[in-house]
T-cell receptor, first 111, second 110 residues
Framework: NAGVTQTPKFQVLKTGQSMTLQCAQD?????MYWYRQDPGMGLRLIYY???????DKGEVPNGYNVSRLNKREFSLRLESAAPSQTSVYFC??????????FGEGSRLTVL | QKEVEQNSGPLSVPEGAIASLNCTYS??????FFWYRQYSGKSPELIMF????GDKEDGRFTAQLNKASQYVSLLIRDSQPSDSATYLC??????????FGKGTRLSVIA
């Protein structure tokens, strides 16, 4: 099993460029999540999808959009990247009330 | 707003000692509690979860939960340099995403 797979693992953008972070899971998770992690700030929830066909804002949704393409895939899009979006992004999945499983992370730098 | 508080550390302990990591939470209705370990540059990985008051042991790790005091802790016995990492506490209040603390950085000194 691959678990939770994120692509790309590293990306450098210029301010104003757009990009999509992809996430796919093969663990039959109903819920999927996108977090960002910055030094001293912990994990902050951007968006989540409690089930296929639904998405909800988390703590820091501004500047991001998401798509739950199907049960396996949950993508995060930056329409116009800003230096403040330089961060490490983690996708995670969860089944019911069980633990979160995280992907390996995507390190994004916006110049 | 539901909050989870952890001391950011760093918590330094000598090799072989017991490391005690603490977490408090604000939502009295919280139901389940998770401890994650995160090495530098890596993603968080689950160490333990606990649902009921009392202690839960798994190898060198013991999770302790006191719902009346809204307090959960993680004890690491016989600490090893390989335990040096950031430890994240996460709390589940049901029907909402897990709420994470900011983590405690543990340093085990050989």
């Amino acid at each position: 099993n691959a678990g939770v797979t994120q692509t790309p693992k590293f990306q450098v953008l210029k301010t104003g460029q757009s990009m999509t972070l992809q996430c796919a899971q093969d663990m039959n998770h109903n819920s999927m999540y996108w977090y960002r992690q910055d030094p001293g700030m912990g994990l902050r929830l951007i968006y989540y999808s409690a089930s296929e066909g639904t998405t909800d804002k988390g703590e820091v949704p501004n500047g991001y959009n998401v798509s739950r393409l199907n049960k396996r895939e949950f993508s995060l899009r930056l329409e116009s990247a800003a230096p403040s979006q330089t961060s490490v992004y983690f996708c995670a999945g969860r089944q019911g009330g069980r633990e979160l499983f995280f992907g390996e992370g995507s390190r994004l730098t916006v110049l | 707003q539901k909050e989870v508080e952890q001391n950011s550390g760093p918590l330094s302990v000598p090799e072989g000692a017991i490391a005690s990591l603490n977490c408090t939470y604000s939502d009295r209705g919280s139901q389940s509690f998770f401890w994650y370990r995160q090495y530098s540059g890596k993603s968080p990985e689950l160490i333990m979860f606990i649902y009921s008051n009392g202690d839960k042991e798994d190898g060198r790790f013991t999770a302790q939960l006191n719902k009346a005091s809204q307090y959960v802790s993680l004890l690491i016995r016989d600490s090893q340099p390989s335990d040096s990492a950031t430890y994240l506490c996460a709390v589940d209040s049901g029907n909402t995403p897990l709420v994470f603390g900011k983590g405690t950085r543990l340093s085990v000194i050989a």
